[in-house]
């Protein structure tokens, strides 16, 4: 099976927002808040002045220790994490929450993105560099994680937590992992997913320990190190990030003042709230207001004083759990990175952070957008062409690429561009004679004008109507080709996953998928398959 890869620019695929746009480039006011050029020249940047004390290296080892206990792992994982343990080895990191088996394909994309990341770092500075993939095991939205697409259809499990997701135990998983053996369909490696997914997601393993093992399966042979920060030791290093915020409120004032400096340029991402931090007991994680004089823990959690609050923080840090504000300075905190990749959104709120990093005195990595990727095979491509369409005209709006094909396939004139200047012509000579004869019946002749072009747009409008109807046949085939390419109206990446390839083409599918899709060449890449 060949493949043959075409590039496009973000910008030409219209999917990517002016900010996204401007970080790329490295142009505009968002220069400001990005410490680093997002290349290799900003990695050598950031690893110049990236310290990271060897106390904290040691919990960090230690803390990954436990979570390895009792996983078998490869020789290149185990040498990552001997790696670690040595003063100057760095880290580039993704994350994600613990999507059903890898959910969406933009999950695996950003994981290969921090493993070719990682090589490509430890070349340019000559020391160790190691991806992790940090799972966002403390989010608690389980309806964003309980189902994936697997060729065509929707495999859900039905888990339910109130609390941390991450400590959901699989009860009943077993029929999803049962439907999504069947969707992977036949190929060379399907009994091979198939039994990973068995003995992966497993009805007692919890959702945290079966997403280890899995991206453990699919990605250890790459080096790719797991860390789950929900740690009571890496917690404890975070611990004066915590009590900071109690005191202080540093996230809000941080992220206010960035927020003012972006307003008039990009929207904003995320939003800093008084105390950005939730508290964990078992089936909650609920958000921590600051009342006049003491802290409430929303849900009917516990009430502190500030001075019971601080004492809180320093028994039990593993009780309290960053939001999307305070998150990637907890990961900055535990671990010695230079980079993150991430997506459209992730890249938007991470703007919004130089300042917080600053008050915290915490060093901000660089920031990377993740690779997208599609695939179309080469027959809706050729399809698609022979209605003298490009490649480009894929990211167009449907719509209008339907009604550009109906107008020039159509064996009859539909444009009435000609009738409207015409039109002109003949109600600009009416006004003129018009206000010869009496200047206030200018309005009358306009309002007339109006009324015959609209009459007119109508009637524009039903030729091209009638123009689709008679190209049906090649406008089916159009949206047959869209649909591919954008399932239920998205980007593959955002609905598909990725194990029906794997299961077809083969697990080395992920190294193809490596090699093409590179952070540090940021592009679209349209794979176009036979």
């Not at 800093?272 to 964990?280: D, P």
Request: aromatic share 6%; net charge negative; glycine share 6%.
């Amino acid at each position: 099976m060949s493949t043959k890869v075409v590039h496009l620019p973000y910008a030409d695929t219209k999917r990517y927002s002016e900010l996204v746009l401007d970080l790329l480039q490295g142009t505009g006011p968002l220069r400001e808040h990005n410490p680093y050029t997002a290349d290799l020249d900003g990695l050598v940047a950031a690893a110049r002045t990236r310290t990271f004390d060897a106390g904290s290296r040691s919990v960090l080892c230690a803390a990954l220790d436990r979570q390895y206990n009792g996983i078998e792992v490869g020789e290149e994982v185990a040498a990552n994490l001997r790696a670690l343990r040595a003063d100057g080895t760095l880290t580039v990191t993704t994350g994600h929450q613990l999507c059903l088996f890898t959910g969406p394909l933009y999950v695996p994309f950003k994981i290969l993105n921090v493993i070719r990341l990682a090589r490509s770092a430890s070349a340019r500075l000559d020391r160790p560099v190691v991806p992790v993939f940090w799972m966002a095991s403390e989010d608690q939205d389980s309806e964003e994680i309980d189902h994936t697409y697997m060729n065509g259809s929707k495999i859900t499990w039905q888990g339910t937590s109130a609390g941390a997701v991450g400590a959901m135990r699989l009860k009943d998983i077993d029929a999803a992992v049962e439907a999504a053996i069947q969707a992977l369909g036949s190929g060379q490696d399907a009994e091979r997913i198939a039994e990973l997914l068995r003995a992966c997601y497993a009805p007692d393993h919890t959702l945290a320990q079966a997403t280890r093992l899995f991206v453990n399966a699919l990605f250890g042979r790459f080096g790719l190190v797991i860390l789950d920060g929900d740690d009571p030791e890496l917690k404890r290093l975070f611990a004066p990030v915590l009590r900071e915020e109690l005191l202080n409120q540093v996230a809000e004032r941080s992220v206010r003042y960035a927020n003012d400096r972006l307003e008039g340029h990009y929207g904003v991402q995320a939003h800093a709230r008084e105390i950005n931090l939730f508290h964990l007991r078992p089936g909650h994680r609920s958000r921590i207001v600051l009342k006049a004089d003491h802290f409430q823990v929303l849900d009917n959690g516990p009430r502190w004083s500030l001075e019971e609050m601080l004492a809180e923080v320093d028994r039990n840090p593993q009780d309290f759990s960053p939001n999307v504000i305070l998150r990637p300075v907890y990961q900055e905190v535990v671990l010695p990175n230079i980079a993150y990749v991430g997506g459209g959104g992730e890249i938007a709120y991470w703007m919004q952070l130089r300042w917080l990093f600053q008050a915290l005195q915490v060093p901000m990595p660089v920031v990377l957008l993740r690779t997208s990727a599609a695939a179309i095979g080469i027959k809706h491509l050729r399809q698609w062409e022979a209605l003298g369409l490009s490649v480009a005209d894929l990211f167009e709006p449907l719509e209008e690429v339907r009604t550009r094909v109906a107008r020039t396939r159509s064996s009859f004139p539909v444009d009435v561009e000609a009738e409207r200047r015409d039109l002109n012509v003949f109600y600009d000579a009416l006004m003129e004679r018009a206000a010869k004869v009496d200047v206030t019946l200018k309005g009358a002749v306009d309002a007339r004008r109006t009324r015959a072009l609209r009459g007119l747009e109508q009637v524009g409008k039903a030729l091209v109507r009638a123009a689709k109807r008679q190209q049906e046949v090649d406008l089916r085939q159009l949206d047959t080709v869209h649909a591919a390419l954008f399932p239920s109206g998205s980007l593959q990446e955002r609905r598909e996953n990725i194990l029906p390839t794997l299961a077809t083409r083969g697990v080395l599918e992920l190294d193809r998928l490596m090699n093409e899709l590179d952070p540090l060449h940021p592009r679209f890449t349209l794979f176009v398959e036979d």
